[in-house]
Each structure stands twice: as structure tokens, then as C-alpha cells.
């Protein structure tokens, strides 16, 4: 994994000691628009790419989806695992890395990554939508996040990357970089992807703008 790839160390952590972890187990509406929306157009495979503790992967599976629940972090399967055996469903799991997938070509009609692959540069993230590029269906869809350039974290810390920034002394994930981009970098790194829908949104409270996008294989 590039050195760069790391902030799954600190949600491991925070996986295993339960810190905050109440706050990441309602799924987005955007989220529940969009994988509706291709379940109602036929799609039947979806791989949630960073799932957690699973709020996604649990919800593409209510769906219908024949569900992938795919993280670095053991910690975020595991509790995934149990809370699907609670709920009666059932997802197949995944260890590994965002940078290559343990999946064959055009395996997925839809593929979720919803604030992970921005954990990283530019590098990192463009290796990552390679891979998501690979294992989608021609006419799958993919969706997820990006940190916007508004956001009120952009340019804090040590910039070890262009965008890419580290807090060494914060709390959280800010120890590992993350990188930032505006609408024209965004469309740049989604180079081989059509982008279908793009929307800066405030995710969590004033100043935590994220961009939500929607794209398809190019």
C-alpha cells in the first residue's frame, strides 16, 4: 500500500474502541436516492468500497443488492459482520486495499465509496478510480465523495502533496493525508469516467463540504 494510503490505521482504532462510532450508522439519503434508483434500473451487484461498520453495505442489501462489504480495516468487518448475522442478511466480505481490488473485471452494476478515496494524493486517488474503473460493469455507476477546497480543513497542516494535506498533532484521521480538490481537479482525476452529477454539499455541519459525485465509466 503507498505510504501516503494510511488513514485506515486511525478508523481501525477508532473501529475497535467504539469512539464516535453511533454518528456512522445511518446511511446518506444521497446515498439511498442513487442505489435505488439503479436497483430500479436493473442493477443487481454493488461493492461498498470503505464500508466501515457497514451502514452502506447494510443498506444495499435491504435493497436487494447482492452486496460486497470491502475495507482495510478488520475492526470495521468485523462489526459489520455481526451487525448483518443480527439483521438476517447476508453480504460477502473483503479485505484489502483501495489500490487494487481482489475482484475480476466488470464485476460490479454499482460501486459506492463514500468518504474514502480522498485518503491519499492525487496518485493514490487516481490508482483507486482506476481500479473502481476496472471492476465496474460498462453500464455500471459508480458514486461517492470528494473533500472540496471549501471545506474549512483545506490548507491546515504540512502540505506533503499538491492539495494533500497532514495534521500532525490532530485527532481523528487528519494525521494521514487527505487530499482536496475543486470542480475542474475533480473532473481532471475522473478522467476516464463520465461525471453525471456533481454537487458540493455541507455533510456534516458548517464548513465540512465535501463534493458528491456520480460517475460512469468513459
Known amino acids: 500500500m503507498r505510504e501516503s494510503a494510511t488513514a485506515y490505521q486511525s478508523w481501525d482504532r477508532r473501529w475497535k474502541s467504539g469512539e464516535d462510532r453511533e454518528e456512522w450508522l445511518n446511511p446518506d439519503p444521497r446515498v439511498l436516492h442513487w442505489a435505488q434508483a439503479r436497483r430500479n434500473a436493473g442493477a443487481e451487484t454493488a461493492l461498498d468500497l470503505g464500508c466501515g461498520v457497514g451502514r452502506h453495505s447494510l443498506a444495499l442489501a435491504r435493497l436487494g443488492y447482492v452486496t460486497t462489504a470491502f475495507d482495510a480495516s ?4 468485523d462489526y459489520t459482520r455481526q451487525a448483518a448475522e443480527e ?36 496518485d493514490v486517488v487516481r490508482q483507486t478510480l482506476s481500479e473502481v474503473r476496472r471492476v465496474l460493469k460498462p453500464d455500471g455507476v459508480y458514486q461517492g465523495t470528494m473533500l472540496s477546497k471549501r471545506n474549512a480543513r483545506y490548507g491546515e497542516g504540512r502540505e506533503v502533496a499538491p492539495n494533500t494535506f497532514v495534521q500532525d498533532d490532530s485527532d481523528g484521521d487528519k494525521d494521514h493525508p487527505h487530499f482536496y480538490c475543486n470542480a475542474a481537479e475533480l473532473v481532471a482525476v475522473f478522467e476516464r469516467f463520465e461525471v453525471l452529477a456533481l454537487e458540493d454539499h455541507e455533510q456534516k455541519g ?9 460517475a460512469e465509466p468513459a
Open 87 to 122: 439483521d438476517g442478511l447476508a453480504l460477502i466480505f473483503e479485505r484489502g486495499n483501495m489500490m487494487e481490488l481482489p475482484f475480476p473485471a466488470a464485476s460490479f452494476d454499482y460501486v459506492l465509496s463514500l468518504n474514502v478515496i480522498y485518503h491519499g494524493d492525487a
Open 206 to 214: 458548517p464548513g465540512t463540504w465535501h463534493w458528491y459525485v456520480v
Open 74 to 77: 478488520l475492526a470495521g468487518l
